[in-house]
């Protein structure tokens, strides 16, 4: 029996069944699909383990599992497992219980097939199913809201897989073969040239990169937050990634312009997204456009197109995947907790869910770049992959480089402003009572936490070893002068000197001072707070940056909303022709008539 | 006895007999029609794979009058006959709301009749007489309401068909005119490919045929008619009607009659194009469900026009699976749009909202037949979109292949307007009380979204041998057609 066929066919099979179990067997439900998802991911640990493999099926179509596709396959299966996990907590009493389950197995097995597929039409099969199963998943989410993010996010993702198409076919016809892996198209002319940006565009949508990003904040301000955590802040990323990596390594080489335009929209997906999250008031909102902003580095390390670069852009998209789907896991404690996760009305929440405040806290150090955690050993990678590639000559790395270190410190400022506000400042009293974290749910968070520190203090020894060199020919990526262990250690014992004068520090009484904040003398009323929200409005308010921030309100830079205008435009235009009147329709029948007689007549037979 | 004149014989022989029968007993006129059209269903997929002439009267050809009966006919065949058969069992409930089922039954089966007939006709004038049964037939059945809006929309399409109609007939005369002959196998033989009477005649079936498949600057009386009549006769219109006398016809009078040349080949792609992207344009706009469904039926027959415009085996095959597709997936979306009419009594997507809720048959079959047509897979549309654009790529079309592209991202968006307005999001108060579909209705509807899923087999190599290989290939053998017909007869 063939191994892949089984583990994509799985999932789907008993996501399809569970249909049969009445929905009020809520237990039922999540045992299943738990256990489906434990079996799938076991199933691709073993397939990752015996790699590479290639199976024909009739027709000439192939699977394959390398190290790539292996690396995304085990994300994959990975965190639907812990998706599922954390949402025997979260989806316990939500209405469409069961069909979050349904359909969170069926994008499990697309992912699947989707990852493992060799054909570029299977891949497109599996690939447009996707769409639809976010489509769905968004919907659980319920209202209008939901239901116009759904719509947009399908618009964008099922748009560029048509063009998807397309590309495929100019590839194949290049290329003479279906086949993905062993292609090595030269961008030559400008047909492969759009085929490979209509390649990139698909990655793109679906991983969030501009200009295609503008669904993730959508989706995640009206999904369900375990459909956000999963979905586009984990999976479509490995799988975005994935096809941007497959198609820069395995389908095109790629010339200077193919380079120069990953690298733009690296950058500018950097500093553009993490401006816009700055500013954001909604915990899910400012997380999603980090969501974008971190795309863009791995965008970049891809775009370098040497091995330090690709590995750092691989590994940033499985850290990215790890502490992304934490943040958005802890943000979605908060909002069971308290029923809102808008930034202006959260504070002091270190009390109530503690462990949820850990696991915020070491992942949103980790996606701000700060050692030892993951997230700094993968941007380390990639700002060195941007400095060899400078080696080369050029001027314009100085500018990459910049983009990326300046991203990590704005990254860093926007999570200190969402740390303060929901888990620090004071606040007015909530209005239920604080009760116990769910069991499932911290378990879920806690595992991604501790990856985040695994994988960062172990990072040579670990994942690098074992998942990101094998893809680029199995020798070690060189790291510069930067030692995660040596590091990891020092970090470690200066923190634990910290804790420990600290812990000795406060036997003694009156050694630390607490006092009440001073506003220039003023007393503050004990009603009012920081909360932390307002922290970057100085910057909102420069010049130049104040015009840019209002277009983005009004969403002058929303591809989506602005090919929508067009496009209402002409069919306005259109329907303005169509007045209903009888002679004017048979006009038009005559001027066809004519135009027919002057084709035909013209152009000899 | 061959089978070959029955397609034709017993819905006509129906269309007369039920109303004669079902005066007294009511039902009689359902079970009569519902046989009658699942006998015919059945015979259609019996037929698979034959090719035959049937001469009537034994009369030799061209003298005598021949049906044909080859691939493309075939792929024809069975298209109209499911579709009918699944229109019939929906209207069993459906047309209640409307007095004279008899005389709807009866109105309805001379239209399977005229559209069997001109899929099987060999002889100009014939398909030109039954083209004319079917379409008389549905200027009765779209204003079959007697409303207002009904019967406006069912005079334009009467005056506009009658134009198209007159075309055709004055192509038949010139044919006549100047070869001498009606049978269209003895016309291909004979005719002079340079005089400008050909131009003249050429032209004259393009306007008319081009008007019944309602192709871009022809098109403007569909998005009235079609939303006007019953939505069993609506699905029958888009799915069926408007393939079988618009492009079956002309198709089969480029291919095999005039044989294809570069210059016919380019004004398929150019009108295909246009009235792909011109009604998806039109389509998106809308807000009354049915017109925009309507329009949708403009913007895929640009596709079906565009993938024969290619002319390549490729192009050809896309395009013939698009035309049956599209049948499937056009029909069971406006099978939907009636179910919610017939629950809610309107066809604005701003009085809906949440029906799936209530009504969750309708909406998933909905849902099926809207991510169909925008092509999402792994649903039939996907597979044929996906054929036509690889097609456009092969031959180097690469404008058109972009195009197509576009178009499909336009059909997805449109179509994700109808979800979100009429199936998901809230549930308005006025619908609180609303309930699912009588059964039959759920049942028809049902099978032809698993068609919708199941449908993309038919391109498995063995299966594609059976009904897709063969028409393609007799589209392909061009001008052979005729000796064909001729050596048989």
Request: positive net charge; glycine residues 10%; hydrophobic residues 55%.
């Amino acid at each position: 029996m063939n191994n892949i066929a089984l583990l994509t066919a799985f999932p789907f099979i008993i996501g399809t069944l569970l249909f049969l179990i009445p929905k009020r067997a809520r237990g039922l439900i999540e045992t299943v699909s738990g256990v489906t998802a434990l079996v799938a991911c076991l199933g691709s640990v073993r397939l990752f383990l015996v790699r590479p493999i290639e199976s024909t099926f009739a027709y000439g179509i192939s699977f394959v599992i390398d190290g790539l596709s292996g690396l995304a396959l085990l994300g994959v299966t990975f965190f639907t497992l812990i998706i599922i996990l954390y949402s025997i907590g979260f989806m316990r009493d939500h209405v469409y219980h069961r069909s979050f389950y349904v359909y969170v197995l069926w994008t499990l097995a697309a992912s699947i097939g989707a990852l493992a597929a060799n054909h570029m039409i299977v891949l497109a099969l599996f690939w447009g199913f996707l769409g639809l199963t976010l489509y769905l998943l968004i919907h659980i989410g319920g209202g209008s809201g939901a239901a116009a993010a759904a719509k947009k996010t399908f618009i964008i993702i099922g748009g560029s897989d048509a063009f998807l198409l397309f590309g495929m076919a100019i590839v194949w016809q290049a290329a003479g073969s279906w086949d993905l892996l062993g292609v090595k198209l030269p961008i030559t002319s400008g047909l492969t040239f759009w085929a490979f940006i209509f390649f990139v565009l698909a990655a793109f949508a679906k991983a969030g990169a501009m200009p295609l990003h503008t669904w993730i904040p959508d989706c995640a301000a009206s999904a369900p937050i375990a459909v956000t955590a999963y979905l586009p802040a984990a999976l479509d990323k490995l799988l975005g990634i994935y096809l941007l990596a497959r198609c820069c390594l395995d389908v095109f080489i790629l010339n200077e312009a193919a380079h120069l335009v990953l690298l733009i929209t690296g950058a500018v997906t950097i500093i553009a997204a993490v401006m816009m999250a700055l500013m954001q008031h909604d915990m899910k909102k400012l997380l999603s456009y980090h969501a974008v902003s971190q795309v863009g580095y791995m965008v970049l390390g891809i775009g370098t197109g040497n091995p330090v670069g690709i590995a750092g852009g691989l590994f940033h998209m499985l850290n990215h995947a790890i502490y992304k789907c934490t943040l958005f896991l802890s943000a979605g404690s908060v909002e069971k907790k308290t029923g809102t996760t808008d930034l202006d009305h959260l504070g002091g929440l270190i009390q109530i869910i503690p462990a949820t405040f850990v696991c915020a806290l070491i992942s949103s150090l980790s996606i701000s770049g700060i050692p030892p955690f993951n997230g700094f050993v993968s941007k380390w990678m990639v700002y060195q992959g941007i400095v060899e590639m400078g080696q080369r000559g050029g001027r314009l790395w100085v500018l990459w480089l910049m983009a990326a270190m300046f991203g990590s410190a704005l990254t860093l400022a926007s999570f200190i402003k969402l740390l303060h506000a929901a888990y620090c400042a004071r606040t007015t009293e909530y209005a239920e009572a604080p009760q116990r974290e769910h069991c499932a749910m911290v378990l879920a968070m806690g595992v991604l936490a501790a990856l985040c520190i695994v994988f960062g203090i172990f990072a040579k020894q670990l994942p690098l070893r074992f998942l990101i060199n094998p893809i680029l020919g199995g020798s070690d990526i060189y790291l510069g002068i930067w030692e995660p262990s040596q590091a990891g250690l020092y970090i470690g014992t200066g923190l634990l000197l910290g804790m420990f004068l600290y812990g000795a520090l406060s036997l003694k009484k009156g050694f630390f001072r607490t006092d009440r904040t001073y506003i220039g003398g003023e007393r503050l009323p004990e009603s009012s707070f920081i909360s932390g929200t307002d922290f970057y409005n100085t910057i909102k308010e420069i010049g130049v940056i104040q015009k840019i921030y209002r277009g983005a309100e009004k969403k002058y830079f929303d591809l989506y909303e602005q090919a929508k205008r067009t496009f209402s435009y002409m069919t306005e235009l259109l329907r303005q022709m169509h007045t209903g009147v009888l002679p004017t329709y048979l006009s038009w029948v005559v001027f066809g008539l004519i135009l027919l007689l002057w084709i035909l007549g013209k152009n000899t037979w | 006895m061959s089978i070959i004149p029955l397609f034709v014989a017993i819905p006509l022989a129906s269309a007369f007999l039920i109303p004669m029968f079902s005066k007294r007993i009511r039902v009689f006129s359902d079970i009569f029609a519902n046989v009658t059209t699942f006998i015919l269903c059945v015979m259609s997929l019996g037929v698979i794979g034959r090719n035959a002439v049937y001469t009537v009267g034994l009369w030799k050809p061209p003298v005598g009058i021949a049906m044909a009966l080859d691939g493309w006919s075939v792929l024809l065949l069975v298209t109209v006959n499911s579709i009918s058969f699944c229109a019939t069992v929906f209207s069993i409930k459906y047309m209640e709301q409307y007095t004279s089922k008899l005389r709807y039954y009866s109105l309805f089966l001379l239209m399977v009749a005229g559209m069997n007939g001109v899929v099987l006709s060999g002889d100009l004038f014939n398909l030109y007489v039954f083209l004319e049964i079917a379409s008389i037939a549905s200027y009765a059945l779209v204003g079959f309401g007697c409303q207002h809006d009904e019967l406006e929309a069912s005079f334009k399409y009467l005056v506009l068909g009658s134009v198209a109609s007159t075309f055709i007939l004055l192509g038949v005369a010139v044919g006549y005119s100047l070869t001498g002959t009606l049978n269209m196998a003895d016309i291909s033989a004979r005719l002079p490919h340079d005089s400008s009477t050909f131009i003249f005649m050429a032209s004259c079936f393009i306007l008319g045929f081009g008007l019944k498949a309602a192709l871009v600057p022809f098109h403007a009386w569909l998005p009235d008619a079609h939303p006007s009549a019953p939505a069993p006769i609506s699905a029958m219109l888009s799915g069926v009607l408007i393939k079988a006398i618009g492009v079956y016809a002309l198709i089969r009078l480029i291919f095999n009659i005039f044989g294809l040349t570069p210059v016919l080949s380019h004004i398929l792609l150019f009108f295909g194009t246009a009235s792909m992207v011109i009604g998806v344009f039109l389509a998106i706009g809308q807000w009354d469900m049915k017109r925009l469904f309507a329009y949708h039926s403009i913007s895929q027959i640009g596709y079906v026009m565009l993938g024969f415009g290619l002319a390549t085996p490729l192009g050809i095959l896309g395009a013939i699976f698009h035309l049956m597709n599209h049948a499937v997936f056009k029909g069971l979306l406006f099978l939907t749009a009636g179910s919610v009419e017939y629950n809610i009594h309107t066809r604005q997507l701003e009085e809906m909202g949440g029906l799936r809720e209530r009504m969750p048959v309708t909406g998933f079959t909905s849902l099926v037949a809207s991510m169909s047509i925008a092509g999402i897979p792994p649903l039939n549309g996907f597979w044929s979109k996906l054929i036509i654009i690889i097609a456009c790529v092969q031959s180097g079309h690469y404008i058109f292949g972009l195009w197509a592209a576009f178009v499909s991202l336009m059909t997805l968006a449109s179509f994700l307007k109808v979800q979100k307005f009429a199936f998901f999001g809230e549930l308005k108060e006025h619908n609180k009380g609303v309930r699912e579909v009588p059964v039959g209705m759920c049942l028809s509807m049902m099978i032809l979204a698993l068609l919708c899923v199941g449908m993309g087999l038919l391109l498995v190599p063995s299966v594609r041998a059976q009904l897709l290989d063969p028409a393609v290939a007799s589209l392909l053998r061009g001008t052979e057609y005729a000796a064909w017909i001729l050596s048989k007869g």
